[in-house]
């Protein structure tokens, strides 16, 4: 079993900043790509960043600029640097991992976000 834990969300101004961490444990087959989701209240969850092996990063347009997705390959733990949030970037965000052939999708128990003065 896969096991993914998230953490560093919480309430934050506008304008300022937060770093998600989520760090993946258990019997892990080969890491295709991991990454960040979120959903805010009565929208579909979407995909927030992503990193695969190898690729360069792919983020969401409306977080180009704002947002840097990192990995630590050697603790299997992908973080989120979340820089001038705004009040829409008010969601529950989800880590992601896909691993494994075709690839098992994975994913962590949530954190909220909060962005309000």
């Known amino acids: 079993q896969v096991q993914l834990v998230e953490s560093g969300g919480g309430l934050v101004q506008p304008g300022g900043s937060l770093r998600l961490s989520c760090a993946a444990s258990?019997?892990?087959?080969?890491?295709?790509?991991m990454g960040w989701y979120r959903q805010a209240p009565g929208k579909q969850r979407e995909l927030v960043a992503r990193?695969?092996?190898?690729?360069?990063?792919n983020y969401v347009d409306s977080v180009k600029g704002r947002f840097t997705i990192s990995r630590d390959n050697a603790k299997n733990t992908v973080y989120l640097r979340m820089n001038s949030l705004k009040p829409e970037d008010t969601a529950v965000y989800y880590c992601?991992?896909?691993?494994?052939?075709?690839?098992?999708?994975?994913w962590g128990q949530g954190t909220q976000v909060t962005v309000s003065s």
């Open positions: 258990g019997t892990i087959a080969r890491i295709n790509a």
């Open positions: 990193i695969t092996n190898g690729d360069s990063p």
């Open positions: 992601n991992l896909n691993s494994g052939w075709p690839g098992t999708d994975y």
